[in-house]
């Protein structure tokens, strides 16, 4: 089994992060998402199968990328 992630735009800090698809927050956030509860237009993106898939569609959308530090980035 691969990894997965996913990439959370965040318009109301403006910048975009990269998270494992085994984060806690993603998989709350996006059950958020299902329910149209998400604040402003912030928006999560995948899942993507690669890291590199994601990084790209997370550059994409135009906004500084980060690694999430919750999960991708602590390592
Ligand atoms: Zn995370």
């Given at each position: 089994m691969g990894r997965a992630y996913?990439?959370?735009e965040n318009l109301e800090k403006e910048r975009s992060?990269?998270?494992d698809a085994g984060?806690?927050?993603c998989v709350r956030a996006?059950?958020?998402q299902?329910?149209?509860a998400l604040p402003?237009?912030?928006h999560w993106h995948g899942p993507f199968p690669t890291y590199d898939e994601a990084r790209q569609q997370a550059?994409?959308?135009g906004l500084p990328v980060e690694d999430a530090t919750c999960c991708v980035?602590?390592?």
């Amino acid at each position: 089994m691969g990894r997965a992630y996913y990439v959370f735009e965040n318009l109301e800090k403006e910048r975009s992060r990269i998270h494992d698809a085994g984060c806690g927050h993603c998989v709350r956030a996006v059950a958020v998402q299902a329910r149209q509860a998400l604040p402003g237009r912030s928006h999560w993106h995948g899942p993507f199968p690669t890291y590199d898939e994601a990084r790209q569609q997370a550059t994409g959308l135009g906004l500084p990328v980060e690694d999430a530090t919750c999960c991708v980035g602590r390592r």
